[in-house]
């Protein structure tokens, strides 16, 4: 059994396919809290109407990262709510190393892009611009770096032609909400 803390900044839709797998018996785990650095985001949400706790952080004054304060608050919810494994879905600042160094090995995040191949923000929006045939999704460990961590697994998705930013994005959430789920799965048989 996984026991999780979900950590975004947006709408909640990997969130959601993850709750939905555990609701379904599909994923051994519960998500413990979840958090985020904007106090209107979705996900908060989606979690209060499932009964979960849901805090927002004030971040701080920084852009891409959370004020060390900030971070360290974060670890604390974290470890009052009993969360093992920290799972960022769609959290938009880097991770330092409060909160590293809490959960060494035991962080992982979702990209919307086949890594090594465009890190960073709107890696679909990357691709498209880039021309390539294929893009897809990456769950990986989470590092310093930004989308530098270990590959766990990866999901293909094709560029379609006429494809905008828009539909290849929607299609590769698609392939989000089908991994993110089987790798967690596969996280908590590993637990056992
Ligand atoms: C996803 O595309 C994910 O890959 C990226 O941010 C987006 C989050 O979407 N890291 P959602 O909030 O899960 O809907």
């Keep these: 059994m ?48 499932r009964g979960l706790r849901a ?19 974060v670890v604390e919810i974290l470890q009052s709510a009993g969360a093992e494994w920290v799972v960022l879905a769609g959290y938009m600042r880097m991770i ?3 909160l590293l160094e809490a959960f060494p090995r035991r962080i992982v995040n979702i990209h919307p892009s086949l890594l090594p191949a465009f890190p960073g923000l709107e890696a679909w929006r990357q691709a498209l611009a880039a021309g ?29 032609p006429g494809d905008t930013a828009e539909t290849l994005h929607a299609r590769i959430q698609v392939a989000e909400h089908a991994l993110y789920p089987e790798v967690l799965a596969g996280l908590a048989a590993a637990a056992d």
Aim: hydrophobic share 40%; proline share 5%; aromatic share 4%.
């Design 2 to 49: 996984l026991r999780i803390g979900v950590l975004g900044s947006g709408k909640g839709s990997n969130f959601r396919a993850i709750a939905d797998a555990i609701g379904r018996g599909g994923l051994d785990a519960e998500v413990r809290v979840v958090i985020s650095d904007v106090a209107s985001a979705g996900i908060l949400e989606l979690a209060r109407v």
């Design 55 to 73: 805090e927002f952080v004030e971040p701080g004054r920084f852009k891409t990262k959370l004020e060390p304060e900030a971070e360290r608050r």
């Design 96 to 98: 330092k190393p409060p």
């Design 132 to 160: 390539v045939a294929e893009t897809g999704c990456t769950v990986h460990y989470v590092d310093a770096g930004m989308d530098t961590g270990e590959v766990i697994a990866q999901r293909a998705v094709p560029v379609l």
